[in-house]
């Protein structure tokens, strides 16, 4: 257990759905990350908070978008579904002190496996 | 950040060593060697990073270049729980915090 949960494990769905990923970091992490692995692209970098503010962007589609809440949770919300969104989804989170010390270690979740049907 | 290459797929026996490589030439010097691994059905997990000196901790080592164009990875006993993909990442000081992964080497454990 890495200590960054992960839910729901696995999920399936239909096109044009939309569908709520969420994920609770390690205690004391304040930075949270969304990447998104499919068997083609490998794992990409989506987005990034810290401490309830947008930190940074990677390339994140329009119909997906984020939140850290004040408990440092985080959530991923997937809309209008496609086919192609299936994936796996992994949360990370880092204790982050400052912006971009090198150092930074992230810890992932087991992720959550989304099937679009 | 700066690009690593790394071999495509490596292949050990098992209780044998493994020296897993990556080429930075392009690495500046802020620029942390990071090395991350995802066995198969999980999140990618922290193995070891390092700056200038080798470093060693209880699942791995990192043998740093002098020039720093170039590291290796090494597991001194692999164990098929080793077989993963290992991911060499470079981490700028003052720049991103996010990891930006490649395609990694796939390492197969042989028993």
């Known amino acids: 257990d890495s200590g960054v949960t992960q839910t729901p494990k696995h999920l399936i769905t239909a096109t044009g759905q939309r569908v709520t990923l969420r994920c609770s970091p390690r205690?004391?992490?304040?930075?949270v990350y969304w990447y998104q692995q499919s068997l083609d692209q490998g794992l990409q970098f989506l987005i990034q908070?810290?401490?309830?503010?947008e930190r940074a962007k990677g390339n994140i589609l329009e119909r997906f978008s984020a939140q850290q809440f004040p408990d440092l949770h985080s959530e991923l919300n997937l809309s209008s579904l496609e086919l192609g969104d299936s994936a796996l989804y992994f949360c990370?989170?880092?204790?982050?002190?400052?912006w971009g010390s090198g150092a930074n270690v992230l810890t992932f979740g087991a992720g959550s496996r989304l099937t679009v049907l | 950040d700066a690009k690593t290459t790394q071999p495509n797929s490596m292949e050990s026996n098992e209780e044998e060593p493994v020296h897993l490589p990556c080429n930075h030439s392009?690495?500046?010097?802020?620029?942390?060697i990071h090395w991350y691994r995802q066995l198969p059905s999980q999140g990618p997990e922290y193995v070891i990073h390092?700056?200038?000196s080798n470093v060693n901790n209880r699942m791995a080592s990192l043998a740093i270049a002098e020039d720093r164009k170039s590291s290796t990875l090494i597991l001194h006993r692999a164990t098929l729980r080793d077989a993963a993909v290992y991911y060499c990442?470079?981490?700028?000081?003052?720049?991103?915090?996010?990891?930006?992964f490649g395609k990694g080497t796939k390492l197969t454990v042989n028993p």
């Open positions: 990370a989170s880092s204790p982050t002190t400052g």
């Open positions: 392009t690495i500046s010097g802020t620029d942390y």
């Open positions: 390092g700056l200038t």
């Open positions: 990442i470079l981490r700028k000081v003052g720049g991103s915090e996010k990891l930006v």
């Open positions: 205690s004391g992490d304040l930075s």
């Open positions: 908070y810290y401490n309830g503010e």
